[in-house]
């Protein structure tokens, strides 16, 4: 009962599919909140403004709403967003490797036996294999 829920945890495909709802839905928001709380009024705090707030003005006098950061008039290319967004991301993917990926693969390399994942792999092999042959007949 037990073998048969770790090498079910321990599948490849199952992990990936935990790792993208967990960086979806809970971490997404909780860095993004940092960042935008944080590290933006930081760089605010160095600079005139929130890092949020920073853009390039492409045509026409550009203003920005000091309640949302948003462009409020013009067209302007905002960079700060974009690097805000690309912090969130890194973020997000460093805390989701570190927390999840990391542990897992200690955990596949104490409990899961080379000769086991080989033997599943080959299993796989053999079933997409068979299922291409079904296809081609049907």
Known sequence: MLKGFRDFIARGNVIDLAVGIVIGAAFTA??????????????????????SAYYWCIKGPCTVDDKTGNIAS????????F???????????????????????????????PEEEAEAEELTLLREIRDSLQNRGA
């Open 30 to 51: 909780l860095v993004g909140s940092f960042v935008a709380n944080v590290v933006s009024p930081l760089v605010g705090a160095f600079g005139t403004k929130s890092l």
């Open 74 to 81: 013009g067209v302007a290319i905002g960079w700060g967003a």
């Open 83 to 113: 690097l805000s967004a690309i912090l969130t991301f890194v973020i997000t993917a460093a805390v989701i490797y570190y927390i999840f990926v990391v542990p897992m693969n200690r955990f596949r390399a104490k409990y899961v036996t």
